[in-house]
């Protein structure tokens, strides 16, 4: 089972920014994208930004040319570089990555457990 555990959520003000990080972990997976998708209290999940490996990233309109998505493979990390928060950013923000695990086995996603973003005067 691929284990993905975030970090880096928090409080801050408009304006303001935070990194967030996740951590993947399993036995011999293979990750085919990574991404990031928040949920605010009584919305709807929203994808923010996804990472095809070998292909271009996606970020949703509200976000683009404030988040930035990036990998470390060798560590099998995944960021989001989060600036000029706004308070509508407010949401627990979760990871998720598309994996197999062995090389015949099905690709599935899976999530992380979230981290807080809070974003208020």
């Known amino acids: 089972q691929v284990q993905l555990a975030e970090s880096g959520g928090g409080l801050v003000q408009p304006g303001g920014s935070l990194r967030l990080s996740c951590a993947a972990s399993g036995s011999r997976f293979t990750i085919y994208s990574m991404g990031w998708i928040r949920q605010a209290p009584g919305k709807q999940r929203e994808l923010v930004a996804n990472m095809p490996i070998g292909g271009s990233t996606n970020y949703a309109d509200s976000v683009k040319g404030r988040f930035t998505i990036s990998r470390d493979n060798a560590k099998n990390m995944v960021y989001l570089q989060m600036n000029s928060l706004e308070p509508e950013d407010t949401a627990v923000y979760y990871c998720?990555?598309?994996?197999?695990?062995?090389?015949?086995?099905?690709?599935?996603?899976?999530w992380g457990q979230g981290t807080q973003v809070t974003v208020s005067s």
């Open positions: 998720n990555a598309a994996a197999r695990e062995g090389s015949e086995g099905l690709i599935r996603v899976y």
